[in-house]
């Protein structure tokens, strides 16, 4: 006689289904313990530029990028007569010395040690060799002006740092939260266009508007403005 064959036992199944269920936990523990990795280094990152730009300042009683080069080689070492402003206290899109302030400014906190890294402090467009990275490889950016979401057609303009893009707006949406409103169009954390392709939809339509997490939303980018 042939021998017959046995399915499994209720027992073999509900042991079965508890490791498939353990290893889903593992996989989406895992994936928590990514994401909030990734908004710490953004958070920190933000918060790391905006104590350089304010120990500069309490230093040279001047503004990185916009620190005249004249003084920056006679008072940063190494600093030479590569990069500098022209003194107005505000970081701008203008250029003194073949480069423009936003991007003298990483040249002259690196140089002046306050941020790690050696910029070139020369181009006329931010770049790898010129400008810092965000975890996700988007250029960052210090400056002084209105490129932000606001409920105003016009906003004024402030020193802020864009984090860059690159970042997906579930990440953004997080760091607003744990350190803001929530809301991309207020508060000292938001939305800034910036960089962002025409076709990501980082934000969403609504009043107030919100970050957008429907969909693979991954070429975002947000600012502190302080």
Known sequence: MNAR??????????????????????????????????????????DGIKAAFFGFQDRYRGIPGDY?????NQNIPGAGN??????????????????PEYIC??????????????????????DANNSPANPFGGLIQLIFDNVY?????????????????????????EVDRKIDDGNPASGSFRYTP?????????????????WDNTGAQTVCGGVTLF
């Open 5 to 46: 064959q046995q399915g499994f036992t209720l027992i073999e199944i509900a042991i079965v289904l508890v490791i498939i269920g353990l290893l889903l936990g593992g996989v989406l523990k895992g994936q928590e313990l990514i994401q909030n990795a990734r908004v710490r280094n953004i958070i920190a990152q933000q």
């Open 68 to 72: 005249p080069v004249a003084l920056a």
């Open 82 to 99: 590569v990069c500098g402003g022209n003194g107005n206290s505000l970081i701008e899109d203008k250029t003194t010395t073949g480069s």
């Open 105 to 126: 400014a990483w040249y002259h906190l690196s140089k002046a040690g306050f941020i790690t890294g050696n910029y070139t402090g020369t181009g006329t467009t931010a």
């Open 149 to 173: 979401l606001d409920a105003a057609s016009n906003p004024p303009a402030v020193h802020n740092i864009k984090t860059g893009i690159n970042i997906p707006s579930t990440v953004l949406a």
């Open 194 to 210: 910036w960089n962002v392709p025409n076709t990501s939809t980082c934000v969403t339509s609504a009043t107030p508007p919100a």
